[in-house]
């Protein structure tokens, strides 16, 4: 069984930063395309960023672009984000989801986290 595991969520005002973590439970980790999608209360679940295995290659929605920042480290199963300047409209719960190829379309993701709640004061 595969389980993915967010940390790192939590309260920040308006401007702070979180970093957020992903750990895979299996040792076929390095296999797996992962990626995080937020998911706002009455809204749908909106692709954020993800990472290739290799890591070397990085996708963001536009809305996060130059805000925040994916990354991974195949020794420890981890993915992180990297959230900065964060605003009221970065509230949400946010997920991490793994598939074997890159895409930004949550139903084609296959293994999926409980997910982290990330809430920005005004």
């Known amino acids: 069984q595969v389980q993915l595991v967010e940390s790192g969520g939590g309260l920040v005002q308006t401007g702070g930063s979180l970093k957020l973590s992903c750990v895979f439970s299996r040792r076929t980790f390095r296999n797996y395309h992962v990626g995080w999608f937020r998911q706002a209360p009455g809204k749908e679940r909106d692709f954020v960023a993800s990472v290739s295995s290799s890591g070397y290659s990085t996708y963001y929605a536009d809305s996060v672009k130059g805000q925040f920042t994916i990354s991974r480290d195949n020794a420890k199963n981890t993915v992180y984000l990297q959230m900065n300047s964060l605003n009221p409209e970065d509230t949400a719960v946010y997920y991490c989801?793994?598939?074997?190829?890159?895409?930004?379309?949550?139903?084609?993701?296959?293994?999926w986290g409980q997910g982290t709640q990330v809430t920005v004061s005004s």
């Open positions: 989801a793994a598939r074997t190829g890159p895409s930004r379309v949550a139903v084609e993701y296959d293994y």
